[in-house]
């Protein structure tokens, strides 16, 4: 019984057979499965040195064509990190034009005139002037003429990269203005105002006045009743007065600096370079007098005239440092407010001229004083502008603002404080400094070509 059972559980040799059929077909089929996986490789590594290999050749174009992209990242990254520097490879050009309208600016030379709010002096009534009444009396007003006009700022700007910028710049101020006091009588010479021929062609009266309420103090020179040429200027008392002055000043910058940013929206910067700067100031004073009434052989009466002119000329030739220092806020969308001052001095050359005309009509008089100096001097100069700007496709811009200006000693006056008579040319004559103050609104546009640092401001 028991060998029948080893007999039944022993594999015959056809079973056996059979097994080895099957697992060479297993072993077969595992052979073939490495084969098509070594091939996938293969192929998988050869499409992945093919990519690399383009890659290689695509950065390399890259490379030669503009920065890598390394260096845009630490381009972005220095434009949005505060106190970092602009990229050396940034430089271009910025033109700024300004059209100004100046207004209430002023001048700081003495004033020619002044009104009288005291009496009224009348010397052919036997009235004596009033002793009281002198150029430094509380009851005398006097001031300058305002001085209105217009001016033109050109500036370019070269950008040199890592913030550094050169600038030159123009910029010059034409302003006039004139004021009058009193009433003119309507022609010069000797008027005859009795009734039998107080008429010209035409109708019209020749009538003069005689008020003496206005003071006249020829720019610091006195008119005495002793002058026999200024007999009618009652102690300095004139019935009309005019001043008007005439300033032309320009200035030439030549400018180094550097933009320091403060953060992503607000910049500042710094200058240093040469001014070069020029004024052209003229002046010219008018007094008349007129005394009515005058008796004259034959009958009938005349009116008696004084006049007297000055025509003063200063011109000044300067140069010297000049320091600057601004910034700029962006509002966004194109919007920016900038402003910016400067401090310059130069040493100035002066070319002075006064020249004095009087004269008498009832003596038929007239005399003249010429006086022509030259002098040196030191003139401190401040400048300063704040304005609002709107810039379109990063290139054009379009702004307005206010600007200031003040010049102290931009020009001289020749003064003669105890001159009496035109005959006593002993007495010495001063020179004194006048300051220039002008002031206005002005429109500015430009444009910026080539590469540009949209961030630079600081054109003056």
Known sequence: MCGQAAVAQTPTIEQLYKMLLKQQQELSELKSNQVQMKTRAER??????????????????????????????????????????????DAGWKSDVRAIYLFNSKTGADPAMGNLSGPIIARNAGMPPDPAIQGTSHNLSSDTPDLDGGGVRVSLLKQRGNGWFSALGYEGHFVDGSMQRGHRAPASGIRVTDPASNLVPGGAALLATDTDAVHANLVNRTLADNNALNDDFDSGLVDYARDTIDINKHNVDFALGKKVPVSSRLNAFWKTGVRLAHVDAERDVLYENSEPNLFIAGGGTVTDSDWAEIAFKS??????????????????????????????????????????????????????????????????????????????????????????????????????????????????????????????????????????????????
């Open 44 to 89: 998988a590594e050869a499409e992945t040195r093919k990519v690399k290999n383009e890659l290689e050749v695509t950065r390399a174009a890259l490379e030669s064509a503009q920065p890598s992209q390394t260096q845009q990242s630490q381009t972005q990254l220095a434009s949005v990190t505060p106190n970092a520097e602009p990229p050396v490879a």
């Open 315 to 460: 011109d000044m030739w300067g140069a010297g440092p000049m320091v600057g220092f601004g910034g700029e806020l962006k509002l966004g969308r194109g919007i920016t407010i900038a402003s910016e001052a400067s401090l310059s001095g130069a040493v100035a050359y002066y070319d002075l001229k006064r020249n004095e005309t009087n004269f008498n009509s009832s003596l038929q008089r007239e005399a003249f004083s010429n006086i022509s100096a030259d002098t040196y001097g030191f003139v401190p100069m401040v400048d300063a502008s704040i304005d609002i700007t709107k810039t379109w496709n990063d290139r054009y811009f379009l702004g307005f603002g206010y600007t200031v200006s003040a010049w102290l000693g931009g020009a001289r006056s020749i003064s003669i404080p105890g001159w009496d008579d035109v005959d006593d040319e002993t007495t010495p004559f001063t020179i004194e400094s006048d300051d220039l103050i002008t002031q206005g609104i002005y429109v500015r546009a430009g444009v910026k070509f080539g590469h540009h640092d949209t961030e630079i401001t600081g054109l003056k």
